[in-house]
């Protein structure tokens, strides 16, 4: 495949992967074999966070978190690998006194100021984005796919706000190239593509699945929102993604996205398994004849539930 440093361009491609609580065991088996063996990976990418929640988190939304890693130990693996650790804090429906709760205070606490590299947040909620700048400054921000940004206009009035270093655009977005063309430089520098969703383009609740996470997460009483999409039934497939018209592959990124100046890219799947997960990280960083190597390496650890 075709790499951006041989299309002229020296821009890397930034990827912020699922899972900080979630796929910690994954990640503990991972990240030494992409240090130690970096001839295995692409040289025109990297991994510049990795994101989740741990699970029963009160500011938690997007997807029900599952994570029950200790938090300490996460923190200690994303600093002595210098990565950054992004709190998936997108709950939409807190009020005043969910700001108090001492679960989510104490993981600002620990994450702030973990290790070289900035620790972000990813919020959907302008009452909890007000508090994080107070009480936790360090902190960078990222805007939430989950408030579901489809017309391009409220796009870049999100994009034009200095309190967000990234904003992640809803998937239906990706593809409208022409666009993307005449966004402004500054801006594309705060783009941050989801890049594998695998939810119907047309589906018309997507902020209404949204909200019923963020009511699960507070422990209100509500029944599960049912998908009503013709391949709900089958669960997520990465081939099914793959196949959507939103979905940016390595070809869509190195022959567009990057040689127009977007660098940031989110991969989805907290709600997922492990083994998923590795398929992410072998089609996105991982050169094809190096994938077998990575994935028996994986494979073979006795510590790791993959499914």
């Not at 600093?79 to 009020?95: E, V």
């Not at 309190?163 to 993307?180: Q, T």
Request: charged share 25%.
């Amino acid at each position: 495949m075709e790499r951006a440093s041989e299309m002229g361009t020296k821009t890397r491609a930034c990827f912020h992967l699922p899972g900080l609580f979630e796929f910690y065991e994954l990640y503990k088996i991972f990240l030494p074999l992409y240090r130690e063996h970096p001839e295995y990976f692409y040289d025109w990418c990297e991994i510049a966070s990795i994101y989740g929640a741990p699970a029963d988190c009160l500011w938690g939304g997007g997807r029900v978190g599952f994570g029950d890693a200790d938090p300490k130990e996460v923190a200690d693996l994303m600093a002595d690998y210098g990565i950054s650790a992004r709190l998936t804090f997108s709950n939409s429906l807190l009020r005043e006194e969910h700001l108090a709760d001492p679960a989510c205070n104490a993981l600002c606490r620990l994450f702030e100021h973990n290790g070289q590299v900035p620790s972000g947040v990813i919020l959907t909620s302008e009452l909890l984005l007000s508090y994080l700048r107070k009480h936790y400054p360090d902190f960078y921000l990222v805007s939430s796919t989950t408030k579901v940004l489809t017309d391009f206009e409220d796009l870049e009035k999100e994009l034009s706000r200095e309190e967000f270093r990234y904003v992640v655009p809803d998937f239906r977005l990706n593809n409208a190239f022409e666009k993307w063309k005449k966004l402004p430089k500054a801006y594309r520098e705060k783009v941050e593509f989801l890049c594998n969703e695998c939810c119907d383009l047309a589906c018309p609740e997507r902020k209404i699945c949204y909200e019923n996470v963020s009511r699960k997460s507070l422990g209100e009483a509500c029944e599960d929102h049912i998908c009503t999409s013709p391949q709900a039934s089958g669960g997520y497939r990465f081939s099914d993604a793959m196949e959507s018209p939103a979905f940016i592959g390595l070809q869509e990124i190195q022959s567009f996205y990057v040689p127009e100046g977007y660098t940031q890219y989110k991969i989805e799947g907290r709600s997922l398994g492990s083994a998923l997960i590795l398929e992410f990280l072998l089609y996105y960083l991982t050169k094809p004849e190096y994938q077998l190597k990575v994935r028996e390496a994986v494979y073979l650890d006795s510590m790791l539930d993959l499914f």
